[in-house]
């Protein structure tokens, strides 16, 4: 497994953009696909984006698509949500995580990652 550590998130207003990173403890992401999810107050927790290990392919939950851009940087080893026109809805822990393998499913599924990180929470105020 990876130690993953999450940064970036904030209490911002609706409208401004956030941008999360992602980075291991000792060990390279660069042959894991990875992806983010986050969880909201009482909800379950809900896969946002997530990246294969080239970057070529990249997954977004319907709700984001548009909005929310992930993309790595293997040569500096950092996974990165760039979350743009922020909304309430948006308001939850981020978790970034990692796959034991390189590529995605169509819909990648919590149980395809392996390690993740504590969170960092996000807070988009009306």
């Known amino acids: 497994q990876v130690q993953l550590v999450e940064s970036g998130g904030g209490l911002v207003q609706a409208g401004v953009s956030l941008r999360l990173s992602c980075a291991p403890s000792?060990?390279?992401?660069?042959?894991?696909?990875m992806g983010w999810f986050r969880q909201a107050p009482g909800k379950e927790r809900e896969v946002v984006a997530a990246?294969?290990?080239?970057?070529?392919?990249?997954y977004y939950a319907d709700s984001v698509k548009g909005r929310f851009t992930i993309s790595r940087d293997n040569a500096a080893n950092t996974v990165y949500l760039q979350m743009n026109s922020l909304k309430p809805e948006d308001t939850a822990v981020y978790y970034c995580a990692a796959s034991g393998v390189p590529g995605l499913r169509p819909v990648p599924q919590e149980a395809d990652f392996r390690s993740w990180g504590q969170g960092t929470q996000v807070t988009v105020s009306s």
């Open positions: 990246i294969t290990y080239s970057g070529r392919g990249t």
């Open positions: 000792g060990r390279t992401l660069a042959n894991y696909a």
